[in-house]
C-alpha cells in the first residue's frame, strides 16, 4: 500500500461552500471571450465614435457572420469529440453545386429554376436548392463520420482526405466554372423581420438548434463524454462509432447549408471562394472556449468567438488601420485563447 | 450463509485461451448476496481475465456462467449492466469534464420528450443515492468529476455502479490508487453496499485489506481455483501459501 498524500480536506470530504451562479460564470472561458469581445467593441467605438458604433454596422456585421457561424456550429460538435473538420470548404463548395443542380433539376417553361426572373420564383424552388445542399453535405459529413468513427484514422488526414475529394467532385460537376442565379436571392436580402437581413435570423435559428441539441439534448451529452474519455463512453453502452458518424454528418450537413446560403448570398457558386473556411471555423470555435482535446466547449462561445475576427477586420477598416493586422490580431488571440485553456486544464488535473 | 444457499452469480470450468497462453484453465468462482467475495491470486493468474468474463467483456471459450443458479449467455458489457451486473473498472471509466450526475446517468439518461435529457431529476437521484451510500461528494453537483480528488471520484464510480446494480458489483482493485484515509471510506463503502443485498466481488493484491473486508475468499493460480475460505478461518500466511501454489483445499476437477 502505497501512501502518497493525503489532501487535508479527505477528511472532512468536503468542498468549498458552493459558489453562486455568477462567479462560476466570471472563471468559465465564454466569459472570457466575451470579455475580450467586449473590449474590442469598446475600442473601435471610443476610436471611430460615430462611425463604428452604429446599429447599421452591427447590423452588417452580423450579416457578414451569419453563414460562418452556421459552419461553425456544426465545427463545435465535432470539436468537442476531439475530432476536427478540414473538409469544411469542400462540403461548403459541394453544397453550393448541389443548390444550383437541384435547382436546374426544376423546367419552369423553357429555361430551368436557375435562369428565372424574379417574379418567377416559387418557395418550393427554393426548399429544392436547399434540399441540394443539404444533401450535399449530409452525404460528405457520413463519410467524414465512416473514415473517422469506422476506420479509426486520425480525423485531421481523414477528413483532410474528403477536402480534396468533395472539391474535386464539386470542381468536376461544374467544369471548374461558376454558375450565377437570382432565385435564391429573398433568402439572403429578403427582411422577414423588418430592417433585419434573413441570413441573421437563419443564423440565429442554428444556432439555437445548436444550443438544444449540444447542451439539452442526450445526443450532446453522448458528444461530450465521448470527446471526454472514449473509452468511458463504449463502456457507458455509448455507440461511438455510430455516435461519431452522426456528428460529423451533423457538421457536413451545417456545412452544406452553408453552401446553400453562400449561393442566396452571392448570388453565384463561389468554386474558389472558401478555401479558409474550415480554419476560420476552427478559429471562432477555439476562441469560443471549446477545448481541441475535447469533452468541453459551448455553443454560445462560439456565436461570440465567430464575432472576433469580424469585428476586428470591421474596426481596423473603419478606423483607417491596414486591415491585414486583422490576421496579426485574431492569431494572437487564438494562441492566447488556445494557452489559457490549456492552464485551466493542467491546474484542474494537478490534484 | 449456507453453501446450501444459491450463488448470486458463479462460474464453473471457465476456459480461455489468448493464442498459446491459456489464461484460464477451467477456472470457477462463487459469489453470493449480500457477501464480499474477494478474488486473489498473483499478476497471470487469471483474476483479470474471469471478471472479463463475468462482466461481459470477454467471451469463454468453454465453461458456464450461472445468475441466480440460471445458465446465462453474457454477450457484452451491455447486456451484463441489462442482467443487473455492475463493474467497477481499475481506471474507473468516468468523462472527467461530465458532473457527478451525467456520469452516474451516462449511457441511461433520464430522458424528457425522448431527446432530451432530465438533468434536475438526475441530480436529485445522484444526490440521494450519495446520501444513503454516505458518500461526502454532493456539496456541488455541478463540477466536473475532473476536479475531484481520487478517492472521490473512485466513490462516484463505486455509487454508480450501485445505482444500478441488482444482483453483482465486481470492483476491480478499487482501492489501488489510494491513501490511507480514502481507502477507508471506499471498504466502509463496499461494505454498505454488500448490506443492501448485493453479491461484492472485490479483486485486491492488498491482503490484510481482504482479511478486514471480505466475506468468503477465492484464490486463483495458474488459470484455476487452488482454494477458497470464509472469514475468519485464514490467516495472511495461509492466503500467500495458496497463490504462491504451497497450499491447496480445492478438490481437483
Request: no cysteine; net charge positive; aromatic share 6%.
Amino acid at each position: 500500500m502505497t501512501i502518497t498524500q493525503i489532501p487535508v480536506e479527505e477528511a472532512g470530504a468536503s468542498f468549498a461552500p458552493k459558489r453562486p451562479p455568477w462567479r462560476r460564470m466570471a472563471g468559465s472561458p465564454v466569459m472570457v471571450t466575451f470579455l475580450a469581445l467586449a473590449v474590442i467593441v469598446i475600442a473601435f467605438s471610443v476610436m471611430a465614435p460615430g462611425k463604428f458604433n452604429q446599429l447599421d454596422n452591427f447590423v452588417q456585421l452580423a450579416q457578414n457572420v451569419s453563414i460562418l457561424t452556421v459552419v461553425s456550429v456544426g465545427t463545435t460538435f465535432v470539436i468537442i469529440t476531439a475530432g476536427i473538420d478540414l473538409s469544411i470548404p469542400g462540403v461548403i463548395v459541394l453544397g453550393e453545386v448541389f443548390t444550383m443542380k437541384a435547382l436546374s433539376l426544376i423546367q419552369v417553361g423553357d429555361v430551368s429554376a436557375v435562369d428565372i426572373t424574379a417574379d418567377q420564383i416559387q418557395w418550393w424552388y427554393i426548399v429544392v436548392a436547399m434540399l441540394g445542399g443539404l444533401l450535399a453535405g449530409a452525404l460528405v459529413g457520413a463519410v467524414n463520420g465512416f473514415v473517422v468513427g469506422y476506420m479509426h484514422i486520425p480525423p485531421m488526414l481523414g477528413t483532410l482526405g474528403t477536402l480534396g475529394g468533395s472539391l474535386g467532385v464539386a470542381l468536376l460537376l461544374q467544369n471548374g466554372v461558376n454558375i450565377a442565379t437570382y432565385t435564391l436571392d429573398p433568402v439572403a436580402s429578403g427582411r422577414l423581420i423588418p430592417g433585419i437581413p434573413n441570413l441573421i435570423p437563419i443564423a440565429a435559428i442554428v444556432a439555437l438548434i445548436g444550443v438544444v441539441l449540444l447542451h439539452f439534448a442526450v445526443f450532446g451529452r453522448h458528444t461530450y463524454a465521448i470527446g471526454s474519455n472514449v473509452e468511458a463512453a463504449r463502456r457507458a453502452g455509448i455507440k461511438v462509432e455510430r455516435h461519431l458518424l452522426k456528428v460529423y454528418m451533423l457538421g457536413g450537413t451545417a456545412a452544406g447549408f452553408a453552401g446553400f446560403l453562400s449561393v442566396a448570398y452571392f448570388n453565384t457558386t463561389s468554386l474558389s471562394g472558401h478555401s479558409t473556411d474550415n480554419l476560420q471555423a476552427i478559429t471562432a470555435v477555439a476562441l469560443g472556449g471549446t477545448s481541441l482535446f475535447g469533452g468541453v466547449g459551448t455553443i454560445l462561445g462560439t456565436v461570440i468567438g465567430v464575432w472576433i475576427p469580424a469585428v476586428l477586420k470591421n474596426g481596423f477598416v473603419i478606423t483607417g488601420v491596414q486591415p491585414y493586422w486583422q490576421d496579426v490580431a485574431v492569431g494572437i488571440v487564438l494562441i492566447l485563447a488556445v494557452y489559457l485553456d490549456q492552464v485551466r486544464r493542467r491546474s484542474r488535473n494537478r490534484r | 450463509m449456507t453453501d446450501a444457499e444459491v450463488p448470486a452469480i458463479a462460474a464453473y470450468g471457465i476456459v480461455k485461451s489468448y493464442g498459446q497462453v491459456r489464461a484460464l484453465r477451467g477456472a470457477s468462482f462463487e459469489a453470493y448476496a449480500g457477501e464480499v467475495t474477494a478474488l486473489i491470486g498473483d499478476n497471470g493468474a487469471g483474476k483479470s481475465t474471469l471478471i472479463k468474463a463475468l462482466a461481459g467483456v470477454m467471451t469463454p471459450d468453454e465453461g458456464r456462467i450461472k445468475l441466480d443458479g440460471k445458465e446465462v449467455h453474457i454477450t457484452d458489457p451491455v447486456h451484463a449492466t441489462k442482467m443487473g451486473i455492475e463493474t467497477v473498472y481499475q481506471d474507473l471509466a468516468l468523462a472527467p469534464d461530465l458532473d457527478a450526475a451525467s456520469n452516474v446517468f451516462l449511457g441511461r439518461e433520464l430522458r424528457r420528450f425522448r431527446f432530451l435529457h432530465n438533468q434536475p431529476e438526475m441530480r436529485r437521484r445522484t444526490a440521494e443515492t450519495f446520501t444513503e451510500l454516505g458518500v461526502g461528494v454532493v456539496q456541488d453537483m455541478r463540477v466536473p468529476v475532473a476536479s475531484f480528488s481520487g478517492g472521490q471520484r473512485q466513490s462516484v464510480a463505486i455509487a454508480r455502479a450501485a445505482l444500478w446494480a441488482t444482483k453483482v458489483i465486481i470492483m476491480d482493485e478499487p482501492t489501488a490508487a489510494l491513501g490511507v484515509i480514502q481507502t477507508a471510506k471506499v471498504l466502509e463503502l463496499v461494505k454498505r453496499i454488500r448490506d443492501r443485498g448485493m453479491a461484492v466481488i472485490f479483486i485486491s493484491h492488498n491482503l490484510p485489506q481482504v482479511l478486514e473486508v471480505a466475506d468468503r475468499i477465492e484464490v486463483l493460480r495458474l488459470g484455476a481455483r487452488v482454494a477458497r475460505f470464509r472469514q475468519g478461518e485464514v490467516d495472511v500466511e495461509r492466503l500467500i501459501a495458496s497463490i504462491s501454489g504451497a497450499y491447496t483445499n480445492e478438490v481437483a476437477a
